[in-house]
Structures are given as structure tokens and as C-alpha cells.
């Protein structure tokens, strides 16, 4: 375990906000799936599309809210767009990509590598 990893458990188990979750695509799918896990074992939370953050979504993010953002290359540009709002709403920001020196990397207060060596599918 790094101090990230760490950090980022203990804020999401301190938190008086929820849990939101962003992605898009697979990242989105997976997402949904963890914002549902949290729920169901007694952490608030839910899934927030970043298309559809800045159409009215965003009015749900409270300042006490911790924000994962999940995306493969950290570059995605829908979840790179919700930063700055963040950073000034004083959220907590975790990011899961697959390239720690990534922009999403770069720009959260926590950051999990989750990059894989190979791909599990032989079509890949």
C-alpha cells in the first residue's frame, strides 16, 4: 500500500458528504458499479456522468463531497473539465488512471495507479 492509497480510504471513510464517482465510457460502466457497491454497503454516494455534470449535474456536488475520477489515460477531456470546479468547491479528488503523470493524475489530491502491463483480452 503507497500513502495515496492510504489517504484516499481515510477520507472516504471521514467524510460528512458523499462519495461521487465520475467516468466516461468503460470508465463510466466501472464507475456506476463502484458508486453502487459504496451505496449498498452503507457509504453515500452515486454516479455522476461528466457529459452531463455541466447541464445541471454539478448543483449536486457539495463542498464536503469526495470526488473519484476514473479514466485509463487521465486525459479525458469531460473529466478534465470538472477540475477546476472542484478544486474551487474545495472537494477532495482521487483519480484512478493508468498514467500517474497525467493531467487527472497531476491535478488530484490522491492519486491510484490502476494501469495494467497487458491486456487480459487477446484482441487488445
Request: a negative charge; one cysteine or more.
Amino acid at each position: 500500500m503507497n500513502s495515496d492509497f492510504d489517504r484516499s480510504i481515510r477520507k472516504i471513510i471521514d467524510t460528512s458528504g458523499r462519495v461521487i464517482i465520475c467516468g466516461m465510457g468503460k470508465s463510466g460502466i466501472i464507475g456506476k458499479k463502484i458508486a453502487a457497491t459504496l451505496a449498498s454497503t452503507g457509504t453515500p454516494s452515486f454516479f455522476m456522468h461528466p457529459g452531463e455534470a455541466f447541464h445541471g449535474d454539478l448543483g449536486m456536488v457539495t463542498s464536503n463531497d469526495v470526488f473519484i475520477a476514473i479514466s485509463n489515460s487521465g486525459e479525458t477531456d469531460e473529466v478534465l473539465k470538472l477540475i477546476p470546479f472542484l478544486k474551487d468547491n474545495g472537494n477532495f479528488i482521487i483519480s484512478l488512471t493508468g498514467s500517474p503523470s497525467s493531467t487527472l493524475a497531476l491535478s488530484s489530491d490522491s492519486h491510484l495507479n490502476v494501469g495494467v502491463s497487458e491486456e487480459a483480452c487477446p484482441l487488445s
